[in-house]
């Protein structure tokens, strides 16, 4: 059997239009534009409207990638939405995005693993792939943090925003796409990171809504501390896996929670800055989404092209960590034929992809008679000449 490998081959993202300036912060809290900027590189967030939910989003994020990807949803083997603020504690937020996606009868799951969701995922979806078990695999990062964000809370109000980024997997048979992870996770830190109402330990009641358990709360020094001594390590050791040095990293796309964290992440591996994607400014953190909004921007400004090498580096509530190395494979740029492909009801298309099969398999047939006719006569030629000579 052939080696099968996880391209990446479609990106897409969602954010608001809805956007909360650190000026709009300094109105309701004891905080400053200065002070958000120096301590985490944030200037803005983008946050939802009433009617956007994280499905919304997922799906929009979703449908950007499956065009780019030049797949229909319906040809999807699996569906992974990775996000900690899903619409609902049940269903999952999966089933609704395959949904709204029209990916009928497509197996979908939620993956919680806080804001390294997405890595987790894309190494989900490289074992779903190599594994033979799927061929496309739809992985999504989507997050509405600004719902369960007290935004009385300077600590942490500062901090977030809503949005999702998605990708499509699809198997080749070229060495590129994910060529390594790494996935770590640490509950002794449970603590710093957590939303504490709302579950089995502290059902939703009046209490835990009067003690505002149902907001983020956060230890930011400690999470801090965490992040600078597990993201380098965890860089370098997923370029190590992949058989590779610092050097043949072309981008580096982290997790955007704070620039003084990416930065140290940078400064442990010997990566320059303009190896460095940073995107943070205009985003804030979008936990599980940050990683592949990026990403799409990365693509989008031409940071990154076909055949360029990508690490990316995430850590977040669990407290968890997950580190991956990826080979861009063929450019994801919808292509003609994917858009008609994608633009026609497949009831249309298919017929003319079995006619353009069946046509090509006419001429190539029609050819090699060709071929096979002209060395008879060429033999029989030869023949002759002997035979008169
Ligand atoms: N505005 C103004 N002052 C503030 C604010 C604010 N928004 N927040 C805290 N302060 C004050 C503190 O009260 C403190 O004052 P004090 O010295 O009088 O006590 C002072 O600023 C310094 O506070 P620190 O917490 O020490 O500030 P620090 O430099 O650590 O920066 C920050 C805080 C930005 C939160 C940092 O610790 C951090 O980024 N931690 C990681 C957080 C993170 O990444 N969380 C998400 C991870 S998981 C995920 O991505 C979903």
């Known amino acids: 059997m052939t080696q099968r490998y996880a391209n990446i081959i479609g990106w897409g993202k969602y954010v608001p239009s809805r956007v909360i300036t650190n000026a709009d912060l300094e109105k309701t809290l004891d905080t400053s534009d200065e002070w958000i900027f120096t301590r985490t590189g944030i200037r803005q967030r983008h946050v939802v409207s009433p009617d956007e939910y994280t499905s919304t989003m997922a799906t929009a994020a979703a449908e950007e990638a499956l065009e780019s990807a030049g797949v229909r949803a ?21 089933s609704q995005v395959q949904h709204a996606l029209g990916a009928k009868d497509v197996g979908a799951f939620t993956l919680v693993a806080g804001c390294p969701g997405f890595v987790y995922g894309l190494a989900t979806a490289q074992q779903f792939i190599v594994s033979d078990a799927c061929d496309n695999v739809l992985v999504i990062g989507a997050e509405l943090i600004s719902r369960y964000t007290d935004w009385n ?66 230890n930011g020094r400690q999470i801090f501390r965490f992040a600078t001594r597990v993201l380098g390590k965890a860089l370098h050791q997923a370029i190590q896996q992949a058989g590779l040095t610092t050097d043949d990293i072309d981008l580096f796309v982290p997790h955007q929670a704070n620039s003084r964290i990416i930065e140290s992440a940078a400064r442990y591996v010997g990566l320059p800055r303009e ?30 092209k076909t055949g360029d090498t990508v690490a990316f580096v995430a850590f977040g509530a669990g407290l968890t960590w ?40 006419g001429l190539m047939k029609a050819l090699a008679g060709c071929l ?3 060395t008879a006569l060429r033999r029989r030629g030869a023949k002759r000449r002997k035979d008169d000579g």
Do not use: W
Not at 75 to 89: H, N, Q, R
């Open 74 to 94: 319906r040809d999807l083997g699996l569906i992974i939405v990775a996000t900690s603020s899903p619409d609902y504690l049940t269903p999952p937020v999966s």
């Open 153 to 218: 809370d300077r600590a942490t109000a500062v901090l977030f925003g809503d949005g999702a980024g998605a990708a499509v997997l699809q198997v080749g048979d070229e060495p590129s796409g994910v060529l390594s992870y790494v996935l770590g996770s640490d509950g002794s830190g449970a603590e710093h990171l957590i939303l504490p109402g709302g579950g089995t330990v502290a059902p939703p009641s009046q209490e835990t809504l009067d003690q505002g358990l149902h907001y983020l709360r956060m």
């Open 275 to 304: 190896k460095v994607f940073i995107n943070i400014e205009q985003y804030g953190n979008t936990s599980a989404a940050s990683i592949p909004i990026a990403m799409c921007e990365a693509l989008e400004q031409g940071r990154i």
């Open 322 to 361: 997950a580190s991956a190395v990826v080979k861009l494979g063929e450019p994801s740029m919808p292509t003609p034929i994917s858009r008609l492909r994608l633009s026609l009801p497949s009831r249309l298309f298919d017929p003319i992809t079995r006619v353009t099969r069946t046509t090509s398999a």
């Open 372 to 374: 096979a006719l002209i």
